[in-house]
């Protein structure tokens, strides 16, 4: 009976939060534990990016540190106040990294904490999601063990395909993908491929999410190689 209860209140917990969300105009994913993988993922080494292994990357670390430093500075300005605070209130875009299989209870965690999940990984561990960045230290703390951490959302380096478009292209840990593009692109699809021969080009299934003056995209890496390009519509 408590665990038919406990089903209940989730899927209640869930409901509401995808209400709320699609109030405010956000895309959420069902929140849906998937299967464990039929390859044993390779597992993200975040040592580099969490130097002082808080499981937070060190970049939102340190954007969440200065503004609250100054927020307790009594010399700050108001205007220097209203700046770190929005710092804090800024929905960012990372992702939730784990060594082992999600559970409900932590997607549910993150979406009561604020957070909208717009991918959950098939091939690995984890997430992706939107979430405030001062939100992120308190949410970290509802993981369970096992939780590897939160990265930052990174962009690399170009590569330039002969469409005038400018697809980059970021590599982050483990077997995931982040391609980017700008976000005057809206008339272009992303779509990927396992040859540059066959034509089985198949559109990405992720919906872009606008990043400031780009769109982007996270996708996982399943082959030995992958190729990407951006069709007008």
Same mark, same amino acid.
């Given at each position: 009976?408590?665990?038919?209860?406990?089903?209940?209140?989730?899927?209640?917990? $869930?409901?509401?939060?995808?209400?709320?969300?699609?109030?405010?105009?956000?895309?959420?994913?069902?929140?849906?534990?998937?299967?464990?993988?039929?390859?044993?993922?390779?597992?993200?080494?975040?040592?580099?990016? !969490?130097? @002082?292994?808080?499981?937070?990357?060190? $970049?939102? !670390?340190?954007?969440?540190?200065?503004?609250?430093?100054?927020?307790? @500075?009594?010399?700050?300005?108001?205007?220097?106040?209203?700046?770190?605070?929005?710092?804090? !209130?800024?929905?960012?875009?990372?992702?939730?990294?784990?060594?082992?299989?999600?559970?409900?209870?932590?997607?549910?965690?993150?979406?009561?904490?604020?957070?909208?999940?717009?991918?959950?990984?098939?091939?690995?561990?984890?997430?992706?999601?939107? $979430?405030?960045?001062?939100?992120?230290?308190?949410?970290?703390?509802?993981?369970?063990?096992?939780? @590897?951490?939160?990265?930052? !959302?990174?962009?690399?380096?170009?590569? $330039?395909?002969?469409?005038?478009?400018?697809?980059?292209?970021?590599?982050?840990?483990? @077997?995931?993908?982040?391609?980017?593009?700008?976000?005057?692109?809206?008339?272009?699809?992303?779509?990927?491929?396992?040859?540059?021969?066959?034509?089985?080009?198949?559109?990405?299934?992720?919906?872009?999410?606008?990043?400031?003056?780009?769109?982007?995209?996270?996708?996982?890496?399943?082959?030995?190689?992958?190729?990407?390009?951006?069709?007008?519509?």
């Amino acid at each position: 009976m408590h665990s038919s209860t406990d089903n209940i209140t989730k899927k209640l917990i $869930i409901s509401s939060s995808a209400l709320l969300l699609a109030a405010l105009g956000f895309a959420q994913v069902d929140l849906v534990v998937p299967p464990e993988p039929a390859v044993k993922p390779v597992l993200a080494n975040l040592s580099e990016i !969490d130097t @002082n292994s808080n499981l937070i990357d060190d $970049i939102i !670390d340190q954007e969440i540190s200065a503004a609250q430093a100054t927020l307790a @500075n009594p010399a700050a300005t108001p205007q220097q106040r209203a700046e770190a605070q929005a710092v804090l !209130d800024e929905v960012i875009t990372a992702t939730f990294d784990f060594r082992r299989q999600i559970t409900l209870e932590e997607l549910i965690a993150f979406v009561q904490s604020g957070g909208q999940v717009t991918w959950i990984f098939k091939a690995s561990y984890g997430w992706i999601g939107r $979430i405030a960045r001062g939100a992120i230290p308190s949410t970290v703390a509802l993981m369970r063990q096992g939780f @590897n951490g939160v990265e930052a !959302d990174r962009v690399g380096h170009a590569f $330039i395909p002969a469409d005038p478009q400018i697809i980059t292209v970021a590599a982050l840990s483990g @077997n995931r993908l982040t391609l980017s593009w700008p976000a005057t692109g809206t008339n272009f699809v992303l779509e990927s491929s396992h040859s540059m021969v066959q034509a089985d080009w198949a559109e990405v299934p992720q919906t872009p999410l606008v990043n400031g003056n780009k769109l982007t995209v996270t996708n996982e890496i399943l082959a030995t190689q992958q190729f990407y390009r951006l069709r007008r519509r």
